[in-house]
Structures are given as structure tokens and as C-alpha cells.
């Protein structure tokens, strides 16, 4: 019985949302804006959240005990833990490699493919900060915007992509240090909060700036990589370019291919880089300095330059990646690096599963995948990207792969 | 007589008008156990938190002087370069491990600043260079012997934070161990032990005095531990120091004796207390 109230209770909640929400609709008619109502959405909102709300009631004592018998909510204690991890990486990593060769290589799928990549190359990126040295950075995405704006910028002097790509990342840190030395100080979400001000920052320089970064406008006609100098384009005078060099046909796909070959080598770099890093001295002071930063000075490690080698290397990865992003678009604006790209890459951290690799692809492939394969939902996409991260967290509050892997062991032949 | 390792002079800590520390002044010495007791808000644990620059002292002077050369003002220091340069380390009153870190990579971090020089500030360790990986080699030997010293080799890869507690205090005390310090300070290691992990402790410092040669700062509220491992006892009492001596001398002190007690001089010691003390 005490089920059945509760649903009418939410029903009824329902009823009141859905009113103003649903019921009301400002139409635009001939007659210039009109109100038009909906109140037969009301009911229909309120009997769906009812019986919803019912059913959940009703399902309530059989979800606990399938519940119990999943693994606690604390993270087990890891005396064995296998290899998998490793090989699925490895088998992913593969798949990635040979994608372009398989017939499901085609251009639309290598674009989104594309797509899905730079995110996992940021993913991982602001894995390093967030993952591994616990500060929480809102504004990555202001980091991706300065690596973009130095190679969009330095390329109308006439830099190429490649001279171009150690620059951004170079900048990208260079700014990451200039915020982080006097923010690291500060802890949890006054670091958030900063770093999420100077995201907008970043931002509403780059609209306002605009004899430096063309403002609203942006930047155009960005250069596409070459394949060793070599142009990817139909001809060009003074050049041999791609096709004929190896004396094959030309076709615009080539450059599609380049372009997933190079930001897939950028981000496997930047995940073999985290993975070592992890098992170095650094990467270890990072993890104790999450863990208690008393006693990090207590056994003289530096918390500031420590903090700080973390936000430069995060940086100088959402630099390159920056940098990829431009030649892929050929055109940049301020309204690529908005907050909502933030959020994006911090939720694919999260919902990976904080400090792990494969959970950074996976979250990625389902956050900017999916909704890519899914335009045609239109408006609906954004519900399903809210229904997705909602039902993660019921079901993995601690990320898709969550849990912490020794960086070394001891008492080897235990492990396997 | 050793010589002298830590030199305090007229070491002041005030919070507001809180006057944590009063005008103390105290030698520490080598290769000795310094005993370090006190009532509760005594101000013992204050005391190691300006000696490991935790905070910095209203007022007074404490200078280290490293057997191997040097001197070291740690009132003019930040704490983690006390830990780094002059090489103090500390416990914790109330354990500061790495929980979630296995019991092996809590004394790796804890040899840090070795392991950091010798990862050529990570490039060479990104690359694998045989260098680094010889120093690390030597990081976990050293992190062997001392969890064998500790009896904890079997739980090397355990996370830290799920040993008991008894060993989570000894393994607190080997981390302290493996950035090889000058001076030890412990803030009541034998808190929470059972008497014959108290005894085992007791082993351990002793241990550790005999084969590192280095000065112990001991706070402790087991009698049966200060009493019988330390060299020389220090009373606090209001953050002032009111007696000092062997352990002989401090458990006959009627300072001590009222301080401990809140009574007058005149009154007999309670069983109870007398036993506290140490008294047969
Ligand atoms: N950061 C601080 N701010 C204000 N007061 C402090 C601070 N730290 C310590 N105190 C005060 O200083 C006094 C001494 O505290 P301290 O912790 O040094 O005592 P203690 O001798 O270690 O006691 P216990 O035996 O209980 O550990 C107490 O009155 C305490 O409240
Ligand atoms: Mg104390």
C-alpha cells in the first residue's frame, strides 16, 4: 500500500512539473507568437511517472537482494589481479590500427571514428590530472582551445602542422603552469571553480581579441598535414604530392586516413605515456598526494611541483590534441571549446572510471559516439546522453572500470 | 655523552591567545631515544609540528646538526624541505598511510626524492633507461628488507589502508625509516596496541637506534614504553617544559608527579598512578 501512495505522490509531483512544462507551449504563427496548449500531455506525463514509480516500488525488495549478491560498493582488495585489462587494451588498440583496411573503413565511419579518438586522446589527457592527481579541472577544454589557436595562428606564418603540433602542446603547458602555480594551492572545488573561470576566460578572449584570433569569426583555411611533406591534395604546384608519390589515384578518403592515423598515434602516445608515468616516481607521488598530501611533506615531496608536472603534462596533451583538431576542421572558433566541451571530457573521465585507460575509451565511445551514430534522434540525443551518464552511475557509481591496479609488485608469483 | 642533534631554544607556538608552547628549550642527541611526555594538550604534538615545519614557530630557534656535516635552522624551513634537506622525518598521531596504495609503493613514495634524481625527473624512467631501473631495483630491496624487519613481507601488495592496525603503525614507522633521516619523530606509535605488540615496538625502536645511529623523538602515553626505552625523558606540561632527566629522575619528579595528578605535592601517590609512572 505504502507503494502505491508513494506512486500517486510522484504522479501527482509529476502532474505539477508537467503543467508549465508541457502543458504550455509558445507557438510560432502567422499571428506572430502564440500560446498553444497541451494539457492532454499532463495526465499522460503524470500516468507514466506513476506507474514508473510503481513498478520501481514493486521491483524495490527483488533489486535489493540482486544487489547483495553483486560485488560491495567498496573497492575489492586486490591480491590477484589478472592481465586483462592489458590484452583487451592491446586487442583494442589493434582493432583501431586495422580499421581503415577493413570494409567497415569507410568515410563516414572513419570520420566519427575520428571523432571519437580526439576525445579518448582528451579523455586520457585530463586522466593525468583528474584521475591520477585528483585535481579537478571544469576548464581542460581552454587548454584545448590555446593548443588549437597557436597552430591556426602560427600556421598563417607559415608553419606547417607537424613544426606546429610540439609548439601547441609546448603553449598548452606553458598557460597550464601559468594557471596551475597560483591555483594548486587551492583544494577540491575552489580548484573546479578557478579552473572553470578561466575556461570562460580563455573563451571570451579569443571572441573579443579579435585582430589576434578573429574573434567570432575564428580562424579558416587551417593546412591539413602532409604525409612526410608530401600534400594529401589533388595537385600542387612545386610539390609531389601523396598520390603521386606512390603513384595511385587520387582520392579525398587518403586524407580522411592520414587524419585517423595521426590523431590514433596521438592519443596511444598519450596513453602509453600516462600508463608509464603511472608506475614512475612522479606518478606515484601523484597518487599519495590524492591520498594525503600531509603525509606527501611529511616524507619531503614537493606538493606544488609535484601538482604542477601533472596540470603541465595534462595541458600539454589537450595542446596536441587542440593542434589535430584544427587541421581536421581547417577552421576554428571560439564555440568549439564552450564549457559543454569541458564537461564532456570530464564526464568521460568520470564515467570511465577515474585512472583507467579502457574505461576512458569506452565512456568516450558512448558519450561521442553514440550521439554522432544517433543525429537522426535529433532533439532526443541529449535525453539519451542524460539517460546514459544517469543509468551509469546507478549501475557504476564508480565509473564503467573503476578499481586501482598496483603500480609494482613485490611477491610477483602471486599475481596472475 | 653523544653529541647534540637537536637544539631547541626557547621554542614559543601560540594560537591566538592560546599559548601552545611556552619558552621550551631542549637538546636532542644521537643515537638516542628522547622521551617526550605530558597530560593531554600538553602540547607534544604541537611541538613536532614546528620541529617538521607543520607550523612555523611564534618564536625560538631549533637547529639541527646532522652528524655528517651542516646545520639546519627547520624554524626558517618549509616542511617538506625539513624532510628533504635536513632529513627529519615523522609519524602521526592518528596513522597517515596511503591507504589505497599497496604497502609497497607506501615506502617507494616514501623514497621519492631518490628515486625522482634518479628518473632524471621522469625522462629517463619514461624510457626505461637501465639507470633508473637499477635505482628502483635497489628502492624495492630496501623496501624488502625493511617490511622483513617489520614482518610484513607477505602483505607488500596489499593495500595499505587493509592491514591492521598494529601493523599499520609499524609500517608507518618503516616508511618513516626509508627516507633515511637524521632524527624520527613518533607521535605515540604504541597508541592502540596490544601489550605485546606494544613489546614488539619497543624492539623496533630499540632496532632502529642500534643500526641507524639516528636521534629518536619519542611522544608517548604508555609509560611502559617511555620508561623503558628512552635515554632521557622530557616533561611538558601547559607547553612548558617542567622536568627533564633519565627516566629515574622524571618518574621521582613531584613536578612531574603533580602534573600527572592535578594535587598537591604532599599527597600520597594513588596505586594507580604510581603504576602509571612506573613506580614498583
Ligand atoms: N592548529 C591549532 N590551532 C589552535 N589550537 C591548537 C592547534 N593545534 C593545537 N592546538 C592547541 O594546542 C594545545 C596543545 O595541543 P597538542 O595537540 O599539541 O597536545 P598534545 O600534547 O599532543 O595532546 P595529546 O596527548 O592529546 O595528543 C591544545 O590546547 C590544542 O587545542
Ligand atoms: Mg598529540
Known amino acids: 500500500m505504502a507503494a502505491f501512495k508513494d506512486a500517486i505522490l510522484a504522479g501527482l509531483v509529476a502532474a505539477l ?4 512544462m508541457l502543458g504550455f507551449h509558445l507557438g510560432d504563427s502567422a499571428q506572430g507568437l502564440q500560446l498553444e496548449t497541451h ?20 521491483a524495490a525488495p527483488w533489486l535489493a537482494k540482486w544487489k547483495d549478491r ?7 582488495l586486490e591480491t590477484g589481479v589478472s592481465r586483462r585489462p592489458l590484452y583487451i587494451g592491446i586487442a583494442m588498440a589493434a582493432a583501431a590500427l586495422i580499421l581503415p583496411l577493413t570494409p567497415w573503413g569507410d568515410r563516414n565511419i572513419l570520420d566519427k571514428a575520428t571523432l571519437v579518438l580526439i576525445y579518448v586522446m582528451l579523455g586520457w589527457g585530463l586522466n593525468i590530472v583528474v584521475g591520477l592527481a585528483g585535481l579537478l579541472v571544469l576548464g581542460y577544454a581552454a587548454f584545448y582551445a590555446v593548443g588549437a589557436y597557436a597552430f591556426a595562428i602560427l600556421s598563417q606564418m607559415g608553419f606547417s602542422f607537424w613544426q606546429c603540433l610540439p609548439i601547441s602542446g609546448a603553449v598548452a603547458a606553458l598557460f597550464g603552469l601559468l594557471v596551475g602555480f597560483p591555483v594548486l594551492r587551492l583544494r577540491g572545488d575552489y580548484l573546479a571553480i578557478v579552473t572553470l573561470g578561466f575556461g570562460e576566460i580563455i573563451r571570451v578572449i579569443l571572441l573579443n581579441w579579435a585582430s589576434f584570433t578573429g574573434g567570432p569569426n575564428g580562424i579558416s583555411s587551417i593546412p591539413r598535414p602532409s604525409f612526410f611533406g608530401m600534400p594529401m591534395t589533388a595537385s600542387s604546384p612545386g610539390h609531389t604530392t601523396f598520390h603521386e608519390f606512390f603513384d595511385i589515384p587520387f582520392s579525398p578518403v587518403q586524407r580522411i586516413v592520414l587524419l585517423y592515423y595521426v590523431i ?19 606518478g606515484r607521488a601523484w597518487d599519495a598526494l590524492r591520498e594525503d ?3 606527501c611533506r611529511s616524507l619531503g615531496i614537493n606538493p606544488t611541483s609535484t601538482k604542477l608536472s601533472a596540470f603541465a603534462l595534462g595541458t600539454a596533451f589537450a595542446g596536441f590534441a587542440g593542434c589535430f583538431f584544427a587541421t581536421r576542421q581547417g577552421f576554428i572558433s571560439p564555440e568549439s571549446f564552450s564549457f559543454i566541451e569541458s564537461a564532456v ?6 564515467l570511465g572510471g577515474m585512472g583507467s585507460q579502457t574505461g576512458v575509451v569506452l565512456a568516450a565511445i558512448l558519450l561521442v559516439g553514440l550521439p554522432e551514430w544517433f543525429r537522426d534522434l535529433a532533439q532526443y540525443r541529449m535525453i539519451a546522453f542524460g539517460g546514459a551518464m544517469v543509468l551509469i552511475m546507478l549501475w557504476r557509481p564508480k565509473g564503467l572500470l573503476a578499481g586501482r591496479t598496483p603500480t609494482i609488485r613485490l611477491n610477483k608469483g602471486d599475481a596472475a | 655523552m653523544n653529541a647534540p642533534l637537536l637544539q631547541v631554544e626557547n621554542l614559543t607556538m601560540r594560537f591566538g591567545g592560546l599559548i601552545a608552547i611556552n619558552d621550551l628549550s631542549l637538546t636532542a642527541r644521537q643515537n638516542e631515544i628522547t622521551g ?4 593531554n594538550g600538553a602540547g607534544k604534538t604541537t611541538f613536532f609540528n614546528c620541529v617538521t615545519g607543520f607550523y612555523k614557530p611564534t618564536e625560538g630557534r631549533l637547529t639541527l646538526t646532522p652528524p655528517d656535516g651542516g646545520t639546519w635552522p627547520l624554524q626558517a624551513m618549509q616542511g617538506f624541505r625539513i624532510a628533504k634537506k635536513a632529513r627529519v622525518a615523522r609519524t602521526f598521531q592518528n596513522i597517515r598511510l596511503f ?15 631518490r628515486l625522482m634524481a634518479a628518473s632524471a625527473f621522469s625522462i629517463a624512467g619514461l624510457f626505461g633507461l637501465k639507470s633508473y631501473r637499477k635505482a628502483e631495483a635497489e628502492a624495492v630491496e630496501k623496501s624488502r628488507q625493511w617490511l622483513a624487519r617489520i614482518g610484513l613481507e607477505k602483505s607488500a601488495d596489499l593495500p595499505a589502508g587493509s592491514l591492521p592496525y598494529g601493523a599499520q603503525r609499524r609500517l608507518e614507522i618503516a616508511r618513516a625509516m626509508c627516507t633515511d633521516p637524521v632524527l624520527l619523530c613518533l607521535d605515540e606509535p604504541a597508541a592502540g596496541l596490544n601489550p605485546k605488540e606494544s613489546l614488539e615496538l619497543n624492539d623496533l625502536l630499540l632496532d632502529i637506534r642500534q643500526t641507524s645511529k639516528i636521534g629518536l623523538l619519542l611522544i608517548e602515553h604508555d609509560m611502559s614504553v617511555v620508561m623503558k626505552i628512552s635515554d632521557h625523558v622530557v616533561v611538558l606540561d601547559y607547553g612548558a617544559r617542567i622536568a627533564a632527566g633519565t627516566p629515574e629522575q622524571v618518574r621521582h619528579d613531584p613536578n612531574v608527579i603533580r602534573a600527572y595528578l592535578g594535587a598537591d605535592e604532599d599527597e600520597p601517590l594513588p596505586a594507580v598512578v604510581a603504576k602509571d609512572l612506573g613506580e614498583q
Not at chain 2, 591507504?99 to 621519492?112: D, I, K, R
Open chain 1, 70 to 76: 553483486a560485488p560491495a560498493g567498496k573497492p575489492k
Open chain 1, 345 to 350: 571530457i570530464l564526464a568521460i573521465v568520470v
Open chain 2, 99 to 113: 591507504p589505497g596504495m599497496t604497502v609497497l609503493e607506501n615506502l617507494l613514495v616514501a623514497q621519492h626524492n
Open chain 1, 264 to 282: 590514433l598515434l596521438l592519443a596511444l602516445v598519450t596513453n602509453l605515456v600516462s600508463l608509464r608515468i603511472r608506475r614512475l616516481p612522479v
Open chain 1, 39 to 58: 494539457l492532454e500531455l499532463v495526465p499522460l506525463a503524470a500516468a507514466i511517472v506513476f506507474a514508473g514509480r510503481l513498478a520501481l516500488n514493486l
Open chain 1, 17 to 20: 512539473l508537467a503543467l508549465p
Open chain 1, 293 to 295: 598530501e600531509i603525509a
Open chain 2, 36 to 39: 617526550i611526555i605530558g597530560p
